[in-house]
Nanobody
Framework: QVQLVESGGGSVQAGGSLRLSCAAT????????MAWFRQAPGKEREFVGGISRNSHTIFNSAFVKGRFTIFRDNAKNTVYLQMTSLKFEDTAHYYCAVSLGNGDMVSTIRSDYDYWGQGTQVTVSS
């Protein structure tokens, strides 16, 4: 059974940083692309960023603007989202996901991802 478990969320003041982790069990993530999405109350779940199997990363240019990085540790079967310069607008529930498709490509589309974690809450106070 594949499980993705996110951790590292919490409350932080604007300008602060958080590192989210996504640990996978039941699946070796090395061949696959992984992604982070987020969902704020009353809004659609949106793509934050993703990482290919070769650690090529892409981000949602609408709001990330160099503030976030994603990296993976295949030995730990874990992907990370490092967030800096957090803003109130970053407040959301953050989810990681894995795509069993082409690991060289990172999709921004929710339906391209096969497994999802339960998410972790990030709250940024202004």
């Amino acid at each position: 059974q594949v499980q993705l478990v996110e951790s590292g969320g919490g409350s932080v003041q604007a300008g602060g940083s958080l590192r989210l982790s996504c640990a996978a069990t039941g699946l070796t993530i090395a061949p696959y692309a992984m992604a982070w999405f987020r969902q704020a109350p009353g809004k659609e779940r949106e793509f934050v960023g993703g990482i290919s199997r070769n650690s090529h990363t892409i981000f949602n240019s609408a709001f990330v603007k160099g503030r976030f990085t994603i990296f993976r540790d295949n030995a730990k079967n874990t992907v990370y989202l490092q967030m800096t310069s957090l803003k109130f607008e970053d407040t959301a529930h953050y989810y990681c996901a894995v795509s069993l498709g082409n690991g060289d490509m990172v999709s921004t589309i929710r339906s391209d991802y096969d497994y999802w974690g339960q998410g972790t809450q990030v709250t940024v106070s202004s």
